[in-house]
């Protein structure tokens, strides 16, 4: 049995900054993780995981503590993985390096990764779980919730004018927002891992949709709905510069209804695929076909100080008769930005 309940005010004190360490990189579609060694007061390593396919963020804070860890406690985010993945297990190399007390926040739900703490307390490892665990599953929301509901987690965005418009009426949009939005867009797009967009959006923008920020190791997977097979392969979205999954009708058995692809199927296929995430980037029908299935779990709006005055909008949804039928959104955060304003969002279940 993993022993709850047992953190001390110094256990606290380095989960924080366990759990600060854990958004250094961008890991997706893997969780993020990171990691505190401790021999009392004193840090003696500590790492995160920062992309897919490199070191654990238990790997990391062992190397840097190396002899060190000899008798430490390791703190760690998500509970380290049992499993011969792209790297080795992570609770073997703690067994390895002979740490005494491992302080963990959430256990993980993938049962590929999970059952590393039963395999450090059969070793006579202390286990100590549930330390800051709300804090932790906050940032690790979009694996969390993906594993739980075995579908994608969908983040919504888009760059707007004040008055809601994401183009002119000739279809210009580049550029609405200022650079400092853009790099944040690219960061989400880096974070999720994947960032979907419609056959329409492709023919209008030509867009690269890849992540041109420092510190990106793994190019977002770029998912292209085109039912019918219309793109030619000279967009910019099928070149080389990250993978793309070119979904047309019959592809990993999709099919497509009048209106397109069915998004709770596609959530759910990207899921199988191993996409924990997925960015829509539009267009507003993409935008508003998710959104009416009741799928988006968070809405990212890059608004800037302009008003287009006509042009195309974010999101294209019936008329509605009176307000209170009208589909509301909890507001998360609000950053100022140099320029623009970021808004973050959370629709209401059962909104449509």
């Not at 890991?27 to 993780?33: K, L, R, S, Y």
């Not at 002119?168 to 580049?174: A, D, H, I, K, M």
């Not at 949709?209 to 019918?228: C, E, F, K, S």
């Not at 990250?242 to 209106?259: D, N, R, V, W, Y």
């Amino acid at each position: 049995m993993l022993a709850m309940n047992r953190w001390t005010d110094l256990d606290v004190r380095h989960m924080r900054r366990a759990i600060r360490l854990s958004m250094g990189g961008y890991p997706a579609p893997n969780p993020h993780v990171g990691c505190v060694i401790a021999q009392g007061q004193e840090i003696v390593g500590e790492g995160y995981h920062s992309y897919a396919g490199g070191p654990h963020a238990e790997a990391v804070a062992l190397q840097q503590a190396g002899a060190k860890a000899a008798g430490a406690t390791a703190y760690v985010t998500l509970e380290p993985c049992n499993h011969h993945g792209r790297t080795p297990p992570c609770s073997e190399a703690l067994l390895a390096a002979k740490i005494k007390r491992v302080v963990i926040a959430c256990l993980d739900p993938n049962p590929r990764a999970q059952g590393g703490m039963s395999r450090l307390e059969e070793h006579g490892v202390e286990v100590i779980s549930g330390c800051l665990e709300s804090q932790a599953a906050e940032k690790n929301e979009q694996f969390l919730t993906a594993m739980r509901l075995k579908r994608c987690f969908v983040t919504l965005k888009a760059a707007i004018s004040l008055d809601g418009r994401i183009a002119l009426p000739n279809g210009e949009s580049q550029w609405i927002t200022a650079p400092d939005a853009r790099k944040q867009a690219h960061r989400l797009r880096a974070l999720c891992g994947a960032v979907l967009v419609g056959r329409n959006t492709v023919e209008k923008d030509n867009p690269a949709l890849t992540a041109r920020i420092p510190g990106v190791v793994n190019q977002p997977m770029r998912v292209v709905l085109d039912p019918q097979g219309k793109l030619t392969s000279d967009r910019q979205v099928f070149d080389a510069a990250a993978p793309t999954l070119h979904l047309i009708e019959g592809k990993l058995g999709l099919k497509a209804g009048g209106q397109g692809f069915d998004p709770k199927d596609l959530c759910a296929m990207l899921f199988k695929a191993g996409i924990m995430g997925v960015l829509i980037e539009g267009g507003a029908v993409t935008h508003s076909r998710f959104l009416q299935a009741d799928l988006v779990d968070r809405i990212e709006l890059f608004v800037a100080p302009k008003v287009l005055g006509s042009g195309a909008t974010w999101i294209e949804l019936p008329e509605f008769l009176r307000v209170d039928e009208a589909p509301s959104f909890q507001v998360a955060s609000i950053k100022k930005l140099k320029v623009d304003v970021q808004i973050s969002l959370r629709p209401e279940r059962g909104n449509f």
